[in-house]
């Protein structure tokens, strides 16, 4: 079945960028999501990415997306303390979202 | 505003209390689902439904019952709990369509003495 994988944790101070990886196992993907988890909240989609694209930018937000080595990242410029959060990945599995294990962001002052 | 709405948000209970989870939306989204989060696993799919009366299971659907009676409402029952289902739960929607982004409630955090 499909598996979406990320590094567990990142850690970035405040006004550096920050990158955050995700690898995905099921190549007949067509959108792939980024969502972010404040704590005590539900998940909040930040931005998705078409995979007939290799870039989406969208303010702070740059998603690159590598189909060939099934890759996907995100990049937040100018990380802010307010950032910091659980950041998911998401793949489209049949009739459900096939999410990874969220990067937990830490931005310090 | 649009919404998906959980209550309650928080519920601690015993082993064997018959409990339901409600989810409601606004948005006159078709599809609706129940995830749950546990810790290093991501979040996991417990049922689904396509629309009224359409409902099917997910990948971890053991001890857990649906129904889609009207197309705002996805409840979500556990009958008989276990510790096993403490957990935190999402219910979410979207328009139909494979590739719709989901739109998703805060969550209800269960714990099951």
């Known amino acids: 079945g499909e598996d979406v994988e990320q590094s567990l944790f990142l850690s970035v101070r405040e006004g550096d960028s920050s990158v955050i990886n995700c690898t995905y196992t099921?190549?007949?993907?067509?959108?792939l999501y980024w969502y972010k988890q404040e704590p005590g909240a539900g998940l909040q989609l930040l931005t998705y990415?078409?995979?007939?694209?290799d870039m989406k930018q969208d303010q702070r937000l740059t998603v690159l997306l590598n189909k060939k080595d099934k890759h996907l990242s995100l990049r937040i410029a100018d990380t802010q303390t307010g950032d910091s959060a659980i950041y998911f990945c998401?793949?489209?599995?049949?009739?459900?979202?096939?999410f990874g294990t969220g990067t937990r962001l830490l931005v310090s002052p | 505003e649009a919404q998906v709405t959980q209550n309650p948000r928080y519920l601690i209970t015993v082993t064997g209390k018959k409990l339901t989870v409600t989810c409601s939306q606004n948005?006159?989204?078709?599809?609706m689902s129940w995830y749950r989060q546990d810790p290093g696993l991501g979040l996991r799919q417990i049922y689904y439904?396509?629309?009224?009366?359409?409902?099917d299971k997910g990948d971890v659907p053991e001890g857990y019952k649906v129904s889609r009676k009207e197309k705002r409402n996805f409840p979500l029952i556990l009958e008989s709990p276990s510790p096993n289902q403490t957990s935190l739960y999402f219910c979410?929607?979207?328009?139909?369509?494979?590739?719709?982004?989901?739109?998703f409630g805060d969550g209800t955090r269960l714990s099951i003495l």
């Open positions: 099921d190549s007949s993907s067509t959108y």
């Open positions: 948005m006159n989204h078709e599809y």
């Open positions: 979410a929607s979207s328009t139909w369509g494979r590739n719709q982004p989901q739109h």
């Open positions: 439904s396509m629309n009224v009366e359409v409902t």
């Open positions: 990415i078409f995979s007939n694209m």
């Open positions: 998401a793949d489209t599995g049949f009739q459900k979202l096939v």
